[in-house]
């Protein structure tokens, strides 16, 4: 069954994703909008 998140979930969840990447993290959303956070974690990573 789907799964609705609320924004803070949906941070929370993505900013997990970011974290336990370890080859490669594609991600495609024509509604994502990245806070400061995300943007410097997915800074990091690369």
């Known amino acids: 069954m789907?799964?609705?998140l609320n924004t803070s979930a949906t941070n929370y969840f993505l900013e997990e994703l970011i974290k336990e990447a370890k080859d490669r993290l594609i991600l495609i959303s024509p509604f994502l909008k990245?806070?400061?956070r995300?943007?410097?974690l997915l800074a990091d990573k690369n």
């Open 34 to 36: 990245l806070n400061d």
């Open 38 to 40: 995300m943007k410097e």
């Open 2 to 4: 789907a799964k609705f």
